[in-house]
């Protein structure tokens, strides 16, 4: 199933520091690309995602750089918060619809 | 956001037995669903694909009549666990969404099997 290489696969940063995650992806198919957050015993929620007709896109705190011909997006978290501490997944797809298949995930812990 | 219910959220059972659990979109109708299962500090594995009305489509490797799955109505979907063995035990998440929204997800289920 694993169609995505996601690094690193855990992160520790200062608060108030800039969380970097990345996502590697063979499939020139994938047209959307989100990232999820997950908190332990939690259901996964879906945390911001890019299509290819832009290379970033910025929500509060949270970025998203996408590289079309690295076939690589990552996901930026800035002036990181404690409370960012929680597990994060890429799942590119090829369109909203498609299943979602989740890369191995990044532990971040930000310390306070 | 969409919310999207499974019940319960910890069970535990004997082995040998079954055990369902219910996933439901509260707000929305969820023409599609998905099954998956995560080990500890592990990835979420897809488990299996289905449409409300038609069989789940099962991904490679995941025994169907192992874990029976049912999309009987737009809000609910259940998967079943049956003849559950330790090995089982696992955290099983369900998603949720039709052709206009994103997937939403469930809270999760974790399920000791003894």
Known sequence: QQQVKQSPQSLIVQKGGISIIN???????????????????????????????????????FTISFNKSAKQFSLHIMDSQPGDSATYFCAPMRGRDDKIIFGKGTRLHILP | GAVVSQHPSRVICKSGTSVKIECRSLDFQATTMFWYRQFPKKSLMLMATSNEGSKATYEQGVEKDKF????????????????????????????????????????????TVV
């Open chain 1, 23 to 61: 996502c590697a992806y063979e499939n020139t198919a994938f047209d959307y690309f989100p990232w999820y957050q997950q908190f332990p015993g939690k259901g996964p929620a879906l945390l911001i995602a890019i299509r290819p007709d832009v290379s970033e896109k910025k929500e509060g705190r």
């Open chain 2, 68 to 111: 029976l799955i049912n999309h009987a109505s737009l809000t609910l979907s259940t998967l079943t666990v049956t003849s559950a063995h330790p090995e089982d035990s696992s955290f099983y998440i369900c998603s949720a969404r039709n052709l206009n929204t994103e997937a939403f997800f469930g809270q999760g289920t974790r399920l």
